[in-house]
């Protein structure tokens, strides 16, 4: 009797119309955050030995985002593919070497006056907590200063140890940055047969779709990878030129550092401003430093009220709040280079799953189809994954505004011929 009181199935039916529906979906969304949580963290953790090897590759990919329209260059102008993404690779290590040097250059030489300006600049808030209504006494901040002295003898020992800690980490930094090099020619050179290799390793009624939102979603990490580009430069420009202005040492090295950090959302333009302001204050004063806050605040009012509206919503339609929540918590999960990928991995996934659910943000792409493997396929050419013209074409602002079912943009373009 009760082994058929447990299979009634009436029994069931009042048991879940017992339950409030709300709690049905509650308990079904937490169900599917805690699994998504527990797969990503051991993801996480089968990854972190070859972390170094993601990192390069992730990198290597960024590289790829900012040279490609070089390569494409190059490419037009009558090069092959291979020789193009060699040009490419030595033109970026030119200009990275002259960066450097420029960069060291300018350290050398202006070290010892930065060095003088820290010391004054000790000197002038010494004199000015003595004064009113701080009222702090010489013997006090001397004896400040002496306990920071203990503290470095005593804890000397741990600080040598962390000095050796990063020069293993150095040596670990060179072999990610000659792996991401590599990585890059070749992504560079022979993306697309890259690609579709390891398009042909899934089942093949995924090979097309998957294929197709690929492209698209490179697409978006090409227009956003540009657009910073631009953001990134005025930044470097306006504040360097602030600096320039002021007669602030390292100028060339506080511009560089303001371009690369723009790249980090958020986080990076207040570092490179902090720093910026640090110098200007060690070396010419207060009335300095005052005045280069206000340049950084400035050239950040233009970049946010001025070129992300208007560059940065074309290449990448994300809401801020998203970029805010994106960056924390990849930079909590993945540090500095989380913080560095995360705009453009949301950007990524963002057209990709709006592809594959049949929504197009670049109906002008078409289709590609993915041929059938063979032995030394003449289909697979070396030439990057999209190319620069799709690139641009599918970047144009009419082709983020419209959103079209996938199996309607099958039916209006034709097959890309292969």
């Known amino acids: 009797m009760s082994g058929h009181t447990q299979g009634d199935p009436s029994t069931a039916r009042r048991v879940m119309e017992a339950v409030p529906f709300g709690l049905w979906v509650t308990g079904a969304v937490s169900a599917i955050i805690v699994v998504t949580g527990m797969a990503l963290t051991t993801v996480n953790r089968a990854l972190s030995p070859v972390s170094s090897v993601i990192i390069a590759i992730v990198i290597a990919l960024l590289l790829t985002a900012l040279l490609q329209p070089l390569t494409s260059w190059l490419r037009r102008l009558g090069l092959r593919q291979g020789l193009a993404a060699t040009l490419t690779m030595f033109a970026f290590l030119i200009g990275l070497a ?74 670990t930094v060179g072999v990610v940055f000659v792996i991401a090099l590599v990585s890059t020619y070749f992504f560079l050179a022979q993306g697309r047969r890259l690609w579709l290799w390891f398009v042909r390793l899934l089942p093949r009624p995924t090979q097309q779709p998957v294929h197709d939102s690929m492209r698209r979603g490179w697409v978006a990490v090409l227009a956003y990878s540009r657009t910073q580009i631009i953001v990134a430069a005025v930044d470097a420009v306006g504040i360097g030129l602030g600096a320039l202005l002021l007669g602030v040492p390292l100028v060339v090295p506080i511009a560089v550092l303001t371009f ?42 233009i970049e946010s009220n001025v070129l992300q509206p208007l560059l940065m919503s074309r290449a990448v339609d994300i809401h801020p709040l998203a970029v805010i929540l994106g960056v924390t918590v990849f930079s909590s999960v993945w540090g500095i280079m989380g913080a560095l990928v995360s705009v453009p991995a949301m950007a990524l996934v963002k057209v990709v799953v709006l592809s594959l659910r049949g929504h197009d943000p670049y109906p002008q792409m078409g289709s590609d189809p993915v041929p059938p493997y063979r032995e030394s396929d003449p289909q697979d050419t070396d030439e990057p994954l999209v190319d620069e013209a799709e690139a641009t074409a599918a970047g144009a602002p009419a082709a983020a505004a419209t959103a079209t079912p996938a199996d309607e943009v099958n039916e209006q373009q034709p097959p890309r011929a292969t």
């Open 260 to 301: 690369l950090m723009a790249f980090i959302p958020v986080v990076g333009a207040v570092l490179s401003g902090i720093v910026a302001v640090l110098i200007a204050f060690a070396s010419n004063g207060w009335v300095a430093a005052l005045i280069m806050i206000g340049v950084v605040l400035a050239v950040q009012q």
């Open 98 to 171: 002259g960066v450097f040097w420029l960069t060291g250059s300018q350290i050398a030489s202006g070290a010892q006056d930065l060095v003088d300006g820290v010391f004054d600049g000790l000197d002038s808030v010494q004199d000015w907590l003595k004064s009113e209504p701080f009222g702090i006494s010489g013997d006090q901040v001397s004896s400040w200063i002496e306990q920071g002295r203990e503290w470095l003898q005593s804890n000397w020992t741990s600080l040598a140890g962390g000095v050796l800690s990063a020069g293993s980490a150095l040596s």
